[in-house]
């Protein structure tokens, strides 16, 4: 993924470095929203301890990474406006 944003920056100076820390932020933001969200159903009448453990094993948190932003939203971030075809 980052190998893809530096294609678009290649010309920027020290753009890895901004790229990196950017995307790291994204897959932070992710977990902690995720995290948040479970802790918010303790005590539910629908989610049982054993509904929140499961939502929050490794498993479950990896897959926060779909959660990361990858379209216009993710390239506004990063200030990146694509070209007109």
Same mark, same amino acid.
């Not at 020290?14 to 995290?35: D, G, K, P, R």
């Not at 159903?41 to 932003?69: C, D, G, K, M």
């Given at each position: 993924?980052?190998?893809?944003?530096?294609?678009?920056?290649?010309?920027?100076?020290?753009?890895?470095?901004?790229?990196?820390?950017?995307?790291?932020?994204?897959? $932070? +933001? &992710? *977990?902690? %929203?995720?995290?948040?969200?479970?802790?918010?159903?303790?005590?539910? @009448?629908?989610?049982? #301890?054993?509904?929140? $453990? +499961? &939502? *929050?094993? %490794?498993?479950?948190?990896?897959?926060?990474?779909?959660?990361?932003? @990858?379209?216009?939203? #993710?390239?506004?971030?990063?200030?990146?406006?694509? %070209?007109?075809?």
């Amino acid at each position: 993924m980052v190998a893809r944003w530096e294609l678009h920056y290649d010309k920027v100076p020290a753009a890895q470095s901004l790229i990196v820390e950017e995307m790291q932020q994204w897959f $932070e +933001q &992710a *977990l902690v %929203e995720t995290v948040m969200g479970v802790q918010s159903l303790r005590n539910s @009448r629908e989610w049982t #301890a054993a509904h929140i $453990e +499961q &939502a *929050l094993s %490794e498993e479950a948190l990896t897959a926060a990474h779909a959660a990361v932003p @990858r379209g216009r939203g #993710a390239q506004a971030s990063l200030g990146y406006t694509p %070209e007109p075809c």
